[in-house]
């Protein structure tokens, strides 16, 4: 079965700090896709970084980065310089065949 | 401008009633997904469709039903038997092959 983990409920970080949040997966099929989404209060869901198995290199979308160790089963979320605008949730998402799989998610909160 | 058009933003239904939530997309995307969202959780596969007249179950669809009678409209209709139907629900879309998913603002679904 696919699983997506994520091990922090709450996260507080400074205005212009860097801040990584965490995700674990677990899937026995070769060929995945990892994705990160944003969602405010408003509730829409926006995407912000995707990131293929079989990338050699980790995926980057301006201050967004994702720290990928396959070996690991871990596709972490890099948000560096973070923003007031940064506060919301955040999901790690995972899509082994023709569907998504959430993880619980990870609300940020930016403090100025 | 191209997008995923979900309504009503807001639904109040009275215990024993069927509501059908609306979701619509003209970008010409091939599948068509609909999740549900409790507070504080993430998103949970309800069904899903990659072409016209075929639809598939999610994790949650119990409850349930859907149709795809047209490429851009996917309704979901939320039964009396679905025991605990207060959530939120996104809509989403994509085209088969590619990896970007786009979702709709969703519905806030109040059982009274």
């Known amino acids: 079965a696919q699983k997506i983990t994520q091990t922090q409920p709450g996260m507080f970080v400074q205005e212009k700090e860097a801040v990584t949040l965490d995700c674990t997966y677990d899937?026995?099929?070769?060929?995945?896709?990892l994705f990160w989404y944003k969602q405010p209060s408003s509730g829409e869901m926006i995407f912000l970084i995707y990131?293929?198995?079989?990338?050699?290199q980790n995926a980057t979308e301006g201050r967004y980065s994702l720290n990928f160790q396959k070996a690991r089963k871990s596709a972490n979320l890099v948000i560096s310089a973070s923003q007031l605008g940064d506060s919301a949730m955040y999901f790690c998402?995972?899509?082994?065949?023709?569907?998504?799989?959430f993880g619980q998610g990870t609300r940020l909160t930016i403090n100025p | 401008d191209g997008g995923i058009t979900q309504s009503p933003k807001y639904l109040f239904r009275k215990e024993g009633q069927n509501v059908t939530l609306s979701c619509e997309q003209n970008?010409?995307?091939?599948?068509m997904y609909w999740y549900r969202q409790d507070p504080g959780q993430g998103l949970r596969l309800i069904y899903y469709?990659?072409?016209?007249?075929?639809?598939q179950k999610g994790d949650i669809a119990e409850g349930y039903s859907v149709s795809r009678e047209k490429k851009e409209s996917f309704p979901l209709t939320v039964t009396s038997a679905q025991k605990n139907p207060t959530a939120f629900y996104l809509c989403?879309?994509?085209?088969?092959?590619?990896?970007?998913?786009?979702f709709g603002s969703g519905t806030r679904l109040t059982v009274v």
């Open positions: 989403a879309s994509r085209v088969v092959g590619s990896y970007g998913y786009t």
């Open positions: 899937t026995s099929d070769p060929s995945y896709g």
């Open positions: 990131q293929g198995s079989y990338d050699q």
């Open positions: 998402a995972m899509r082994p065949a023709q569907k998504l799989v």
């Open positions: 970008l010409n995307h091939d599948a």
């Open positions: 469709s990659q072409i016209v007249n075929d639809f």
